[in-house]
Nanobody
């Protein structure tokens, strides 16, 4: 059973940066495609970024390209999301997710969530204006 635990969220001001982490256990992290999603209050879950098991390629939501960077450290069973120039509209709960078949589905809409088998409980990011 794969377990995912996100951390690194918090309250920041617009323009600040945050780095989220996701620690994986109970499986073979280095074989999984991983992704970040987010969900704001009253909105559906939104795709943020994904990364293949090998580290390449990566995939981003068009609206977040250039500000967010996904990366991983397979030796440490960890996934990261570097978020720069944060905006109030980035406020959401951020989730990491695993596709244990190492399939990077080129879907950047909310339906991308259907392709991920395991999910963390999320970490709250709040950006004040």
């Amino acid at each position: 059973q794969v377990q995912l635990v996100e951390s690194g969220g918090g309250l920041v001001r617009a323009g600040d940066s945050l780095r989220l982490s996701c620690a994986a256990s109970g499986g073979t992290f280095s074989r999984y495609t991983m992704a970040w999603f987010r969900q704001a209050p009253g909105k559906e879950r939104e795709f943020v970024a994904a990364i293949k098991a090998s580290g390449e390629p990566t995939l981003y939501a068009d609206s977040l390209k250039g500000r967010f960077t996904i990366s991983r450290d397979n030796a440490k069973n960890s996934l990261f999301l570097q978020m720069n120039s944060l905006k109030p509209e980035d406020t959401a709960v951020y989730y990491c997710a695993a596709n244990t078949d190492d399939i990077l589905v080129v879907v950047t809409t909310s339906s991308a969530s259907e392709y991920y088998d395991y999910w963390g409980l999320g970490t709250q990011v709040t950006v004040s204006s």
